[in-house]
T-cell receptor, first 112, second 115 residues
Framework: DTAVSQTPKYLVTQMGNDKSIKCEQNLGHDTMYWYKQDSKKFLKIMFSYNNKELIINETVPNRFSPKSPDKAHLNLHINSLELGDSAVYFC???????????FGPGTRLTVL | KQEVTQIPAALSVPEGENLVLNCSFTDSAIYNLQWFRQDPGKGLTSLLLIQSSQREQTSGRLNASLDKSSGRSTLYIAASQPGDSATYLCAVRPQGSGNTGKLIFGQGTTLQVKP
């Protein structure tokens, strides 16, 4: 009964490839997010989805595209991977801005 | 521009000590502030959420305070245990962010509690 799950946990790939990370939440939350944690451990928001609508896109390259087939899922597609994309990507969800957040376990992406 | 700073960056204490982690933010216009715990290689777990109208929240051995006007929050851990070893992150939700996910995170304090 995991609240927010992500797959895969680890992803190692070559530069230039296209990859996807999947995220699912079983909490019935309305909003889902993708965050990136860099090597210095800073967490920065990438995308926010509310009821399948993109709310914000914080200066993220258009090689990154979130896709939400339904309210419980928010997948992250990355095209033409670059070395600088190596990081840990976290999916999260919340019911609304007054409630606590729930984070997934993270996906460690390594681009060679 | 909202910035969140956590001091110290790392902390090592013997088991049983009471300790305080600090978080400061530059803009007092926030909806709320959350403290998270991150274990190595794991996701974040929300520990305490303080709304802007609140002064503190408690959960077990944890107590978080919020002084919005001065832009400060503290996380107090009583009777620390080795299992408390982790990185502790604070994050604020700026006003004007609506129902977006714009949490602004600090860099975290990595805590080690030695047996």
């Amino acid at each position: 009964d995991t609240a927010v799950s992500q797959t895969p946990k680890y992803l190692v790939t070559q530069m230039g490839n296209d990859k996807s990370i999947k995220c699912e939440q079983n909490l019935g939350h309305d909003t889902m997010y993708w965050y990136k944690q860099d090597s210095k451990k800073f967490l920065k928001i990438m995308f926010s989805y509310n009821n399948k609508e993109l709310i914000i896109n914080e200066t993220v390259p258009n090689r990154f595209s979130p896709k939400s087939p339904d309210k419980a899922h928010l997948n992250l597609h990355i095209n033409s991977l670059e070395l600088g994309d190596s990081a840990v990507y976290f999916c999260a969800s919340s019911q609304d801005y007054t409630r606590a957040w729930h984070f997934g376990p993270g996906t460690r992406l390594t681009v060679l | 521009k909202q910035e969140v700073t956590q001091i110290p960056a790392a902390l090592s204490v013997p088991e049983g000590e009471n300790l305080v982690l600090n978080c400061s933010f530059t803009d007092s216009a926030i909806y709320n502030l959350q403290w998270f715990r991150q274990d190595p290689g794991k996701g974040l777990t929300s520990l305490l959420l303080i709304q802007s109208s609140q002064r503190e929240q408690t959960s077990g051995r944890l107590n978080a305070s919020l002084d919005k006007s001065s832009g400060r929050s503290t996380l107090y851990i009583a009777a620390s245990q080795p299992g408390d070893s982790a990185t502790y992150l604070c994050a604020v939700r700026p006003q004007g962010s609506g129902n977006t996910g714009k949490l602004i995170f600090g860099q975290g304090t990595t805590l080690q509690v030695k047996p």
